[in-house]
């Protein structure tokens, strides 16, 4: 389990990054509530959980992730500059301008991006297909991937969960940000998913479900995960809100995409300042 310090530096960058996301959504538009909700997530697998090089992205050794849930671009971007991939101000300046790798969904073109993803429900297959051909090149890697549960109402979805359990994939990771919002309302009233654990397990993966918000919870699943030569792909549902940390922001599916003007994003950005002083007890 990782010491206090460690968590309370993640707990420090889950702000930040929250901070950063949100001015990014005041340049252009970004898919801001469930960046919001996969924070907490992303936030523990950069800066505990995976090993990489920012220097030399294309590194072979480096775990991979692939985000599924392609909308979510910006929380990606924010990642990927906080972990030194590239500064946070090429970040800003660049988001969404012509010629520009910032698009709203992810490009390979950008440093740190497996691939292009944004049509939903093809990067559970994609990450088994790149775990497999760890598997068969005897490397030691793990592939993680952060799917929608909106998305998870896609077949694709599931026939990459035959799949990565059939070829023994031990070495896959899939967390789903389980927000109970897609994009014009609730999950359940769209297409039933629950019981989505029992789900999972019919399909024989490893399942945990978490506080997608604790991150000593999400630390905890990745200390727990079993070991990478395993047979069993691990699915780790983490609740979560959609909008996480910006009150007006939260579970509001209005909040799905859009932009903030300045007022708001000093606003929003007070709020989780407040919040974080609260945590410490300042
Ligand atoms: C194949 C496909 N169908 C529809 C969409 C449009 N779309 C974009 S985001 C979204 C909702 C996704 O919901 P969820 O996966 O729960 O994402 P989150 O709430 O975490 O942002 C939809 C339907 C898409 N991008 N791809």
């Not at 907490?40 to 995976?50: E, K, P, R, S």
């Not at 590194?59 to 929380?75: M, Q, T, Y």
């Not at 944004?118 to 297909?129: D, E």
């Not at 479900?209 to 691990?234: K, R």
């Amino acid at each position: 389990m990782a010491d206090k310090s460690t968590i309370e530096r993640l707990k420090d960058q889950a702000c930040e990054m929250r901070k950063n996301m949100l001015k990014l959504c005041h340049v252009g538009a970004t898919h801001i509530g469930g960046d919001l909700s996969a924070a907490d997530i992303l936030t523990v697998l950069f800066h505990y959980a995976m090993k990489y090089d920012p220097k030399n992205p294309k590194w072979e050794g480096r775990d991979r992730f692939i985000l599924s849930k392609g909308h979510a671009a910006g929380a990606l971007y924010t990642s990927l500059a906080m972990a030194g991939y590239f500064e946070l101000d090429y970040l800003f300046n660049n988001y969404r301008k012509l010629d520009s790798p910032f698009g709203e969904h992810p490009s390979d073109k950008v440093p740190g991006v497996e691939i292009p993803t944004g049509s939903l429900g093809h990067g559970l297959s994609i990450s088994t297909g790149i775990a497999l051909a760890a598997r068969l090149n005897k490397k030691n890697h793990r592939v993680f991937a952060l799917l929608g549960d909106g998305e998870s109402q896609e077949g694709m979805v599931w026939e990459a969960a035959m799949a990565a359990r059939h070829y023994k994939l031990g070495n896959l990771v899939a967390f789903i940000d389980r927000n109970g919002l897609s994009l014009d309302g609730e999950t359940e009233k769209l297409m039933r998913l629950e019981p989505l654990a029992d789900k999972w397990k019919a399909f024989g993966w490893n399942v945990m479900v978490i506080d997608g918000h604790s991150i000593e919870q999400i630390v905890n699943a990745i200390d727990n995960l079993p070991p990478v030569d395993s047979d069993t792909p691990t699915v780790i549902i983490a609740k979560t809100v959609k909008g996480k940390g910006v009150s007006c922001m939260e579970n509001d599916v209005n909040w799905h995409a859009g932009s903030i003007d300045a007022a708001l994003l000093e606003k929003c950005c007070a709020e989780l300042d407040e919040a974080r002083k609260r945590e410490r007890g300042e």
